[in-house]
Nanobody
């Protein structure tokens, strides 16, 4: 059983930066995806970024491309999300997720097997 725990959420001003972390315990397949999703107030949960655990391929939602960067720590059990040039519309609860194995689509939340509790990011204008 895998457990995920996020940290790093905070309140920042527009244009600022934050780095979110997700500590994973348990077995992580090298054919899986780890991803960040977010849920903005009054909105459906949406994908932010995903990274393949074996190849390291990273994919991003268009809304964060060029501003956010997803990565894994050297220990392979920590997932990061570096968020730069933050905008008020980035305000959301951010959750990390892990699949048990391969996915057809990294950005389909229902395909992920393990989720963290989330960490709140608030960006003020």
């Amino acid at each position: 059983q895998v457990q995920l725990e996020e940290s790093g959420g905070d309140s920042v001003q527009a244009g600022g930066s934050l780095r979110l972390s997700c500590a994973a315990s348990g077995y992580i397949s090298n054919t899986a995806w780890m991803a960040w999703f977010r849920q903005r107030p009054g909105k459906e949960r949406e994908e932010v970024a995903g990274i393949h655990t074996g190849t390291g391929v990273a994919l991003y939602a268009a809304s964060v491309q060029g501003r956010f960067r997803i990565s894994r720590g050297d220990d392979r059990n920590t997932l990061y999300l570096q968020m730069n040039s933050l905008k008020p519309e980035d305000t959301a609860n951010y959750s990390c997720a892990l699949s048990s194995g391969p996915l057809d689509r990294w950005n389909r939340a229902s395909a992920y097997n393990f989720w963290g509790q989330g960490t709140q990011v608030t960006v003020s204008s």
